[in-house]
């Protein structure tokens, strides 16, 4: 599967005939995106090499940075998030660009729906 033009995994199939048709090639489109999913969420969760350590999604954020997405997910603003951390705005804002960057998406729900594909986001 290609993401912004890298190999983000590679799924091989193999057949017992010498050609695949269009109907073949059509299923392993809509099958691909899923495989690659369940192959990211296999390897979030499997369990680090040193115990205690954190699971790789995790890792990617800090631990303010992953409080910060878990406010987002409820809706909060960055004023709002600001007076509950008792941090300013623009600091939010800043922690919130370095969320948007460290995951690769444009804005919250993008980060949100990656937070929760992840399992970084605490439910």
């Given at each position: ?10 799924f ?23 495989l690659?999913?369940s ?20 890792r990617?954020?800090?631990e ?5 997405l878990?406010?987002i997910?409820?809706?909060?603003s ?17 922690h919130v ?13 993008q980060a949100?729906g990656?937070g ?8």
């Amino acid at each position: 599967m290609l993401l912004e033009n890298k190999v983000a995994s590679l799924f091989l199939f193999a057949s017992p005939h010498a050609t695949i048709g269009p109907k073949q090639l059509r299923l392993a489109e809509i099958l691909v995106p899923f495989l690659h999913l369940s192959w990211l969420r296999f390897q979030i969760s499997w369990p680090a090499k040193s115990e205690g350590a954190a699971p790789a999604g995790q890792r990617i954020l800090t631990e303010r940075e992953q409080e910060i997405l878990n406010w987002i997910h409820l809706g909060k603003s960055n004023i709002e998030i600001g007076a509950i951390l008792g941090i300013s705005p623009l600091t939010v804002k800043n922690h919130v660009q370095k969320i948007l960057r460290k995951l690769n998406v444009q804005n919250r729900a993008q980060a949100v729906g990656k937070g929760l594909a992840l399992r970084i986001i605490k439910l």
